[in-house]
């Protein structure tokens, strides 16, 4: 049974990392129900391929706008943020999608660094879009704030890195937020991924153990869509989830009910077997 167009007209988002995967799906639903949606990214050539994507299913007098941002510097979020409330003058919703990981490894191993940047991009990021965007909510008379977190965010995910470390903080932060700001009519929620066919993911071979762990853990089999996140993220910044705030919903075909993905066999043999086990490199 299929949901009836429209029901966003009028009302303005912002989505951060909105230029690939999951953001553009998030824009792409949004705008395909009237939303007037802003997208941002750090590069401005993939923002104007993923704006002409997302314009060409915009419908109820939806629309697209982009401008080029990076979430981890607080004047380009406040700047994208005003850009955002240009097409109707407020903000109703946010969804803070820009994140990623990096510097996987065991432990004894992992970059100070690199920890530090992974951690600075998903909560730091996530962090000044509350700061900025949820005032702006406030004035509109309220809204709804989405952070992206992951199943890597609650199942353990060895080898991750600061990755699992962030999104953890990210649906920390929603439940926080829900609680400051309920009073004032914005709601704050955190979506939780599994395994979503995007362009990070078809890094993982297909006939590979660490492919086999997922679909083996997922009682639904098979992966995700990057649309299925953008329904579910529709589905929050709406009049239906008018009474839902401080969540985390996973969207992972079943797979939190189980162990996470095995990524040993796809990092050991950048680290060796002894490494593996917790011993320090040589």
């Not at 949004?30 to 007037?36: E, K, V």
């Not at 629309?63 to 406040?78: F, G, K, L, P």
């Not at 699992?164 to 914005?186: D, L, P, T, Y």
């Not at 997922?218 to 529709?234: C, F, I, K």
Request: net charge negative; aromatic share 6%.
């Amino acid at each position: 049974m299929s949901r009836p167009a429209g029901g966003l007209e009028g009302r303005a988002f912002l989505v951060t990392g909105g230029g690939t995967g999951i953001g553009m799906a998030c824009a792409e639903a949004l705008a395909a129900d009237g939303g007037a949606v802003t997208i941002c990214g750090r590069r401005e050539d993939v923002l104007i391929a993923a704006a002409k994507r997302v314009e060409a299913v915009a419908g109820c007098g939806g629309s697209v706008q982009h401008a080029v941002a990076d979430v981890t510097d607080e004047e380009s979020v406040a700047a994208v943020v005003a850009r955002a409330l240009e097409p109707t003058g407020k903000l109703d919703g946010c969804v803070a999608n820009a994140g990623g990981g990096g510097g996987m490894g065991p432990y004894p191993v992992l970059e100070t660094e690199e920890f530090l940047r992974v951690l600075h991009l998903n909560v730091l990021g996530t962090m000044l879009c509350v700061k900025h965007a949820a005032p702006r909510m406030v004035a509109a008379g309220g809204g709804s704030f989405i952070g992206m977190s992951s199943l890597a965010g609650h199942v353990p995910h060895p080898y991750f890195g600061a990755y699992c470390v962030g999104k953890a903080g990210i649906e920390e932060m929603m439940r926080n937020c829900a609680n400051e700001f309920g009073a004032r009519g914005v709601r704050f929620n955190a979506i939780r991924p599994g395994f979503i066919a995007t362009e990070i993911m078809e890094g993982i071979p297909r006939d590979s153990a660490t492919y086999a762990s997922y679909i083996e853990n997922t009682p639904m089999g098979g992966v995700g869509e990057s649309s299925d996140v953008g329904q579910l993220a529709r589905f929050l910044v709406g009049d239906e989830s008018r009474w839902i705030t401080g969540t985390c919903i996973n969207i992972d075909g079943g797979h939190h009910l189980r162990s996470g993905p095995d990524f040993g066999p796809f990092i050991e043999p950048a680290y060796g077997k002894d490494v593996m086990q917790g011993e320090l490199p040589e």
